[in-house]
């Protein structure tokens, strides 16, 4: 079946603008997960949901960063105000349901850019 | 809170040697530990998985991984190495208690060198 899909691949953006990656998670999913990678690091947890509501969004470094799953099924990742530190490579995972040992399911990540 | 170590950002090996990947977790209860695999340009592929049944799991392309209480350790292994293997590989935690029970506490990866 389909895996987990994020577009676009890759986004170049100018400092201080205003950007939307977007995830479809493996269908009847209710986790979804978002986390960032930096080069040379491994992924960093941004943000969880179960359902439509964010479990956990702990990880999310300021307010800049906000995300939304209004249907429960496809999310987006929102960020205002870009900033060069934000360029890094955004992966979505998703989940069947919530349990310690479930399999998070990766698609292959947005990489963003900020000039 | 729970984290994870992995010893080691790059490692190179012989086609047809050995593979050993570290890995040292932290926590205090229990973890339940696994190992993605990333190649150029894909997403995070989940190898294995040890969820509190057997020690040694087994998982796929040929891949083991032991987990060890007393050592606090989860050390991925693989008899002989193919080229194939070649890319990055994750060791993650999720803890079963406190704080989030639903993300991933990734270490920073070893990238894996395969020598003809």
């Known amino acids: 079946g389909a895996g987990v899909s994020q577009t676009p691949s890759n986004k170049v953006t100018e400092k201080g603008k205003y950007v939307e990656l977007r995830c479809d998670p493996i269908?009847?999913?209710?986790?979804l997960y978002w986390y960032r990678q930096s080069l040379g690091q491994g992924p960093e947890f941004l943000i969880y949901?179960?359902?439509?509501?964010?479990?956990?969004d702990s990880g999310l470094p300021n307010d800049r960063f906000f995300a939304v799953r209004p249907e429960g099924s496809v999310s987006t990742l929102k960020i205002q105000r870009t900033e060069r530190g934000d360029s890094a490579v955004y992966l979505c995972a998703s989940s069947s349901r919530e349990g310690e040992a479930d399999t998070q399911y990766f698609g292959p990540g947005t990489r963003l850019t900020v000039l | 809170a729970q984290s994870v170590t992995q010893l080691g950002s790059h490692v190179s090996v012989s086609e047809g040697a050995l593979v050993l990947l570290r890995c040292n977790y932290s926590s205090s209860v229990p973890p339940y530990l696994f190992w993605y695999v990333q190649y150029p340009n894909q997403g995070l592929q989940l190898l294995l998985k040890y969820t509190s049944a057997a020690t040694l799991v087994k998982g796929i392309n040929g891949f083991e991984a032991e987990f060890k209480k007393s050592e606090t350790s989860f050390h991925l292994t693989k008899p002989s190495a193919h080229m194939s293997d070649a890319a990055e590989y994750f060791c993650?935690?999720?803890?079963?208690?406190?704080?989030?029970?639903?993300?991933?506490?990734f270490g920073k990866g070893t990238k894996l060198s395969v020598k003809p």
């Open positions: 269908s009847g999913h209710t986790a």
């Open positions: 949901f179960q359902g439509t509501g964010a479990a956990d």
């Open positions: 993650a935690v999720r803890g079963p208690y406190g704080g989030s029970q639903g993300n991933l506490i």
